[in-house]
């Protein structure tokens, strides 16, 4: 997989450099975590998207944490189809619950499994366990934990887990995802209850949020895991220490992130050429982009990274960024590996003419090689993800659920959030503790 890294930090607005940047194919450095319904479903495209970059052996161990057997019996036949009847052919350890308590999971009650916390406890370390030793097979820990997680009846669960694997992996960078309820029921369960366990269990953590609308669920999951796996494979330095981009991507955004970290796509359609290119992975050849005039794609890449800007490319609604504050941009072209460096040449130069580096002089570029699928016919687009921290911008709970309320029915002059550990929740309120006793103590650690 090529890559191809544009500028340098702290560049004095000028192209610096374009550098080669080694293939990390073959690193195990990865675990996915889905916890409920819509946790697992994510892990299951970010997987797919992994795999259409042949890099799905990148994950140690994907789990999918849903106290739902239709969802486990669901995922389980489709896991048979995609790496083999073993499941590991692929390299990838595809861990269930041993213990499900009801068959149909929790619905939207988060405290429904309190009744069954001594066997989900006891479940929950075996499954870490099973982790821990695909690491040791592996011969290293995990590099970056992805934790797909929400606010209905597995969101307790899902920061208990988190607090036991950041106890496991405590040199790990945690990346938990987010997705904002939408729904009425899920909402009340979070203003009263979810949002203070959360400042418990995932204190200290920055955590990458999304929000999800009920006609456009399956395309916002793909947006994300195509975003998420684009970072995966496209390296912004050329220190060949770095065993996970993303996890370094990680690290780079977290001291100007006020506990959150936001992400836009978009995608841009481009001519499609068919090229021959034997890999190890099917299909043994495929279908590429053509390159039109130089100034007429070098432009096309300009409007697009100008694109992820927009309000309408953000994964969540509300949320801005800061024009000072470190951005990490990845766009990913269907195009032959060869031609990757000429294009990210001639993409940065048109960018530098621009007033992109000018306006967001702590934003960099990277161009990788990705050809994702999508739709029937499978034509070609460009794909474009921009990493950012929110710097505190995510106010209270209130102004999360409702982004569009009208300034004047918000609280003037209030505390807003700086992450989970704040303890502001509402007027009035006091953090309560929904996991059994002993279960919800909060802890510190090595997150991002």
């Known amino acids: 997989m090529s890559t191809i890294f544009v500028g340098t930090r702290n560049r004095s607005h000028q192209l610096l450099r374009t550098a080669q940047v080694r293939d990390r194919a073959g ?22 998207r992994m795999a259409e970059l042949a890099a799905v ?79 040791s097979r592996a011969g290293r820990n995990p590099a970056l934990i992805i934790e797909f997680m929400g606010f209905g ?16 992996f405590p040199s790990s960078v945690i990346l938990p995802v987010l997705m904002l309820p939408n729904d ?33 669920i399956g395309e916002d999951d793909i947006r994300l895991a195509t975003g998420l796996a684009g970072a995966e494979l496209a390296e912004f330095e050329d220190d060949e220490a770095v065993e ?10 977290t001291p100007s992130s006020g506990g959150w970290l936001g992400m836009a796509t978009a995608k841009r359609r481009v001519p499609m050429l068919s090229k021959f290119n034997w890999s190890s992975f099917p299909p043994w050849w495929r279908k590429y982009a053509a390159l039109g005039p130089d100034d007429e794609m070098s432009m096309s890449l300009g409007h697009a990274v100008w694109s992820t800007l927009d309000p309408a490319a953000q994964m969540a609604a509300g949320v801005s960024h800061a024009v000072n ?15 990757l460096e000429e ?21 960099d570029v990277a161009f990788n090689t990705a050809r994702f699928n999508g739709g029937i016919k499978q034509e070609p687009y460009m794909h474009l993800t921009r990493l950012y921290p929110i ?58």
């Open 244 to 253: 996970s981009p993303l996890a370094s991507v990680c690290r780079r955004l």
């Open 343 to 363: 294009m990210a040449s001639e993409a940065a130069e048109a960018l530098e003419r621009s007033t992109l580096f000018a306006r967001y002089p702590n934003m």
């Open 391 to 448: 710097q505190g911008e995510l106010g209270p709970v209130m102004d999360v659920m409702h982004p569009n309320r009208p300034a004047g029915e918000r609280r003037p002059g209030g505390t807003f959030e700086t992450g989970f550990g704040s303890y502001y929740h509402m007027d009035g309120g006091s953090a309560r503790s929904l996991a059994p006793a002993g279960a919800a103590a909060g802890t510190s650690g090595n997150a991002c």
């Open 325 to 339: 504050a470190p951005q990490e941009v990845v766009v990913s072209l269907p195009i032959h590996p060869d031609l």
């Open 27 to 48: 690193t195990s450095n990865i675990v996915a975590v889905g916890m409920g319904t819509a946790g697992c479903r994510r892990v299951v495209l970010f997987l797919q």
């Open 184 to 216: 009425h029921v899920c909402q009340e369960w979070t203003r009263r209850y979810i949002w203070e366990q959360y400042e418990e269990l995932l204190a200290g953590s920055n955590c990458l949020v999304t929000t999800q609308t009920a006609s456009s």
């Open 57 to 135: 052996n990148r994950v140690q161990s994907a789990v999918f944490y849903d106290c739902n057997e239709v969802t486990i019996n669901h995922i389980s036949r489709y896991l048979v189809k995609f790496m083999g009847k073993k499941r590991g052919s692929l390299g990838v350890q595809a861990l269930f619950p041993g213990y499900v308590p009801v068959p149909n999971g929790f619905t939207r009650n988060p405290q429904h499994f309190r009744e069954f916390w001594g066997p989900c406890e006891r479940d929950m370390d075996n499954v870490i366990e099973r982790v821990s030793a695909q690491a």
């Open 153 to 168: 009846g597995h969101a307790v669960l899902g920061g208990l887990l988190h607090r036991k694997l950041r106890e496991t």
